[in-house]
């Protein structure tokens, strides 16, 4: 929002002075807030960056101070605990939270991955609660736009249900997998002839362990019935090497392929 000018002064909170001290100093914030009353002060909308586990206790820290004129969003990358939490801890005022995911990141994390260009043409999700009015979310609608990014609507169910299957259960196996090599008495061989296979599949277990964990946890029950149905299809697929099916496992591959290379020729950048 800065470097795009729609923004005014931005203010930090968060748990670490060096965090902060660091974002600061790169143009991140251009000020470092004392506790919740300095940073909701005038305030008009609140991002809200955290794992998802520490979004019910942020809420109730700063409840106290929020005025009926500031907006609040997020960047969870879970929204039915992000909306029951918003609900438990604001009670009606949880009509000014305006729950959203961008859908754009990385295997990095601190306020050193930060780059202005993050979100440009790419989308967010917002899960607006019943609660929220049309200004309310068109103000949020409007900050993401303003970073580039084309913003899209979901119910929170369909959100969690989607993202289980589309990110989560990518970087759970991610995770999987390499923890089982690790564990290996010839772990240092294998990673030693690891190559580009390996990377692509793998980038994503660099990521954020807490911040994985969390939203593991929050979303548990969509991911497990994406792992159930991933674990199926393994069987299926194990079957059929097992089998030496050359027929079957061609069939599988060739599907896989065309689903794939569809999707990434329809993944042109919004607004083209
Ligand atoms: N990294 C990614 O690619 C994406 C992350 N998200 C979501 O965005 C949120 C933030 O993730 P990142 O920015 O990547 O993580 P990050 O690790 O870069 O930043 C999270 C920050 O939250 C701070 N924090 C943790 N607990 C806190 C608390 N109780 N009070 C105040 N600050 C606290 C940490 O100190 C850290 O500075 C997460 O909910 C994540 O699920 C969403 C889309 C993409
Ligand atoms: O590293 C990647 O490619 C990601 O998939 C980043 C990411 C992580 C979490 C999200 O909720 C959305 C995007």
Same mark, same amino acid.
């Not at 060096?18 to 974002?23: D, Q, V």
């Given at each position: 929002?800065?470097?795009? *000018?729609?923004?005014?002064?931005? !203010?930090? +909170?968060?748990?670490? /002075? %060096?965090?902060? &001290?660091?974002?600061? $100093?790169?143009?991140?914030?251009?000020?470092?807030?004392?506790?919740?009353?300095?940073?909701?002060?005038?305030?008009?909308?609140?991002?809200?960056?955290?794992?998802?586990?520490?979004?019910?206790?942020?809420?109730?820290?700063?409840?106290?101070?929020?005025?009926?004129?500031?907006?609040?969003?997020?960047? *969870?990358s879970t929204?039915?605990? !992000?909306? +029951?939490?918003?609900? /438990? %801890?604001?009670? &009606?005022?949880?009509? $000014?939270?305006?729950?959203?995911h961008?859908i754009a990141g990385a295997e990095?994390?601190?306020?050193?991955?930060?780059?202005?260009?993050?979100?440009?043409?790419?989308?967010?999700?917002?899960?607006?609660?019943?609660?929220?009015?049309?200004?309310?979310?068109?103000?949020?609608?409007?900050?993401?736009?303003?970073?580039?990014?084309?913003?899209?609507?979901?119910?929170?169910?369909?959100h969690d249900r989607v993202f289980a299957a589309v990110s989560h259960l990518p970087h759970f196996l991610a995770f999987a997998l390499v923890h089982e090599?690790?564990?290996?008495?010839?772990?240092?061989?294998?990673?030693?002839?690891?190559?580009?296979g390996f990377r692509d599949f793998t980038r994503i277990a660099s990521s954020h362990p807490?911040m994985w964990r969390?939203i593991c946890?929050?979303n548990r029950?969509a991911l497990l019935v994406e792992l159930d149905a991933y674990m199926?299809e393994l069987?299926?697929a194990?079957?059929?090497?097992?089998?030496?099916?050359?027929?079957?496992?061609?069939?599988?591959?060739?599907?896989a392929?065309?689903r794939r290379?569809?999707w990434l020729?329809?993944l042109?950048?919004?607004?083209?």
């Amino acid at each position: 929002l800065k470097a795009a *000018g729609a923004v005014g002064e931005v !203010v930090g +909170l968060g748990r670490t /002075q %060096a965090s902060l &001290a660091a974002a600061q $100093q790169r143009g991140v914030i251009d000020r470092i807030a004392s506790d919740w009353a300095d940073a909701l002060h005038d305030a008009d909308l609140v991002f809200l960056a955290m794992p998802v586990g520490q979004v019910a206790s942020v809420l109730v820290s700063m409840a106290p101070y929020l005025s009926s004129t500031t907006v609040i969003t997020d960047g *969870g990358s879970t929204k039915v605990d !992000v909306a +029951l939490a918003a609900r /438990q %801890a604001l009670g &009606a005022q949880c009509a $000014q939270f305006v729950p959203g995911h961008p859908i754009a990141g990385a295997e990095k994390s601190g306020v050193a991955a930060a780059r202005a260009d993050l979100f440009y043409q790419k989308r967010v999700v917002l899960t607006p609660l019943a609660e929220n009015t049309e200004a309310h979310i068109a103000l949020v609608e409007h900050v993401w736009q303003a970073c580039g990014a084309e913003v899209s609507r979901l119910d929170a169910e369909d959100h969690d249900r989607v993202f289980a299957a589309v990110s989560h259960l990518p970087h759970f196996l991610a995770f999987a997998l390499v923890h089982e090599f690790a564990q290996r008495a010839d772990s240092a061989q294998l990673f030693g002839f690891a190559a580009g296979g390996f990377r692509d599949f793998t980038r994503i277990a660099s990521s954020h362990p807490e911040m994985w964990r969390d939203i593991c946890l929050a979303n548990r029950s969509a991911l497990l019935v994406e792992l159930d149905a991933y674990m199926v299809e393994l069987m299926r697929a194990r079957v059929l090497l097992a089998g030496a099916d050359a027929e079957g496992l061609q069939a599988m591959f060739d599907t896989a392929r065309t689903r794939r290379d569809a999707w990434l020729d329809g993944l042109t950048p919004p607004g083209e």
